[in-house]
């Protein structure tokens, strides 16, 4: 009798970043800065910034919906959306509410996952255990930020690295002689200095008040120094965890997705894994650092690029605010 496995493969990717694109140079005539400063300090060359009344639940449907054309399957057939942002239209009902209403999804399985800027690739874990259950076939996963509504344009140590967008996969169980695609996933999280990345106003703790409107509470927060040092940390952790646990080495790699926050801490996971640059795709130079939706739009670019085979050996790896990490490993098929 020839054994199956129970495989959760991605079957479909997509992405959109608004038309505004901000170069540094742009940046420069509003913000105490310069392109060389952005650029030697972070590798970001330009971020897209939505227009003022596009949201992240737009972003999220037009990479949700080219996800879903690209899987080649009927709208009908998605039975859980899942999406992550920590820059929701609004603090409830959730962004993936919004994102089945819009794309006139069936009424399923609908939730926001808030990991900041590792929900994308906490949300891939998640789907995979719910489609592993069995009881559920197809899901949409979504990772969506609006960061341009939350950074403070009065704070040049933040303001210049991030950017909006969307990305998005579809993601289906299948029956399949070996186990393919989603190998294994890990998150972790250590919520003990939550203050090192923030954005403090706005919720239970510090409700909207004129203080804290004046005091500019509602903008994102961050300490980038030690940020700096603990993803360093995490997502070397997160990336040699979870190649050991699934039995490979960093060399069976044909691909790294990390997320795009800095070169330098890019460069610094390629030298703990002791694997070449060419092995990364990154379009943080293009994109800033587009929080939840940076694993999914980089996914989608690589792929629509021809850089990611049948059979290929994928690594995402993710950090962000919390502290939280996570890690995928995939047989791309
Ligand atoms: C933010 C970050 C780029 C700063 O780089 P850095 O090398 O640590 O820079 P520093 O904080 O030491 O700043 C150095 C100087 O540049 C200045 N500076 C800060 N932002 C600047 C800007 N946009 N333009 C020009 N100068 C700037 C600072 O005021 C400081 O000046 P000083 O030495 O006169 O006080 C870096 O720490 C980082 O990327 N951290 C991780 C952030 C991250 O990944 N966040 C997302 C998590 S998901």
């Known amino acids: 009798m020839p054994s199956h496995s129970q495989s959760v493969t991605i079957i479909g990717t997509g992405s959109y970043a608004p038309t505004n694109i901000v170069t540094n140079d742009d940046m420069a005539k509003f913000v105490d800065t310069s392109d060389e400063w952005i650029r030697s300090r972070s590798g970001i060359g330009a971020r897209h910034f939505a227009a003022t009344d596009e949201t992240t639940s737009d972003m999220a449907c037009i990479a949700g919906r080219r996800a879903i054309e690209a899987a080649g399957i009927d709208r009908s057939e998605i039975d859980l959306i899942i999406v992550a942002t920590m820059t929701p239209d609004m603090p409830f009902p959730s962004t993936a509410c919004l994102v089945q209403s819009k794309l006139m999804l069936p009424n399923v399985t609908t939730f926001d996952m808030q990991a900041a800027c590792s929900g994308f690739v906490y949300g891939l874990s998640v789907a995979n ?92 927060k961050m300490n980038g120094k030690e940020i700096f ?34 070169m330098r801490i890019i460069e610094s996971l390629a030298k703990r894994l002791s694997i070449p640059m060419e092995k990364f795709h990154n379009n943080l130079d293009r994109y800033g650092n587009t929080s939840a939706a940076s694993v999914p739009i980089a996914l989608d670019e690589a792929y629509r690029a021809g850089r990611i085979q049948s059979g290929d050996l994928v690594l995402l790896v993710a950090f962000g605010a919390g502290l939280t990490w996570a890690s995928t490993l995939i047989r791309w098929q």
């Open 129 to 220: 255990s719910m489609l592993l259950s069995g009881n559920f076939k197809n899901a949409l996963v979504i990772g969506a930020e609006k960061m341009s509504g939350i950074l403070d344009f009065e704070d040049r140590t933040t303001c210049v690295l991030f950017g909006d967008g969307a990305g998005a996969a579809v993601l289906t169980a299948t029956e399949t002689a070996e186990k393919v695609g989603i190998l294994g996933a890990l998150g972790g999280a250590d919520g003990s200095a939550p203050s090192l990345l923030q954005q403090p106003g706005g919720g239970s703790a510090m409700p909207a008040t004129n203080e804290s409107i004046a005091g500019r509470q509602h903008f994102l």
């Open 229 to 262: 040092k603990s993803a360093v940390r995490v997502m070397g952790q997160a990336s040699t965890d979870i190649i050991e646990q699934m039995g490979y080495s960093p060399e069976d790699l044909n691909l790294v997705i990390p997320h795009q926050a800095n």
